[in-house]
C-alpha cells in the first residue's frame, strides 16, 4: 500500500480563460472588475480544495498503514501542513485592498 501513497500527487484542475489580475484591472471598468474577482475567488478555492484533498488522501494511508503511518504517510503530512498554511481562501476584498 505504500507504492501507491508515495506515488501520489494533486490532480490536475480545470484552467479557466485568462483575466488580468485584480490589481492590474481598471476600477471604472465593472465587467472586468467582476471578472477578475470571480477568477480571484475561484483560484483559492481550488487552492483550498487541493488542501481537503490532501487531508483525505493522509487519512487514507493513516487507516491503511497503522502503526507504520509515521514513515509511511509522513510525505502526505507535509503536504497538508503545507497547505493549511498556505492555501487559505481568501476573499476578493481583501485582494482589492492590497
Not at 498503514?65 to 487559505?88: D, T
Amino acid at each position: 500500500m505504500s507504492t501507491t501513497a508515495d506515488s501520489w500527487e494533486y490532480p490536475a484542475h480545470r484552467r479557466f480563460d485568462n483575466v488580468v489580475p485584480l490589481s492590474e484591472v481598471d476600477p471604472n471598468d465593472q465587467a472586468a472588475l467582476l471578472r477578475a474577482r470571480a477568477l480571484a475567488v475561484r483560484e483559492s478555492w481550488v487552492k483550498a480544495m487541493e488542501g481537503r484533498i490532501a487531508q483525505e488522501e493522509l487519512k487514507k494511508c493513516y487507516r491503511a498503514e497503522g502503526v507504520n503511518h509515521y514513515q509511511n504517510c509522513k510525505h502526505l503530512a507535509e503536504l497538508y501542513l503545507h497547505s493549511l498554511k498556505e492555501k487559505r481562501v481568501e476573499g476578493w476584498r481583501k485582494l482589492d485592498k492590497a
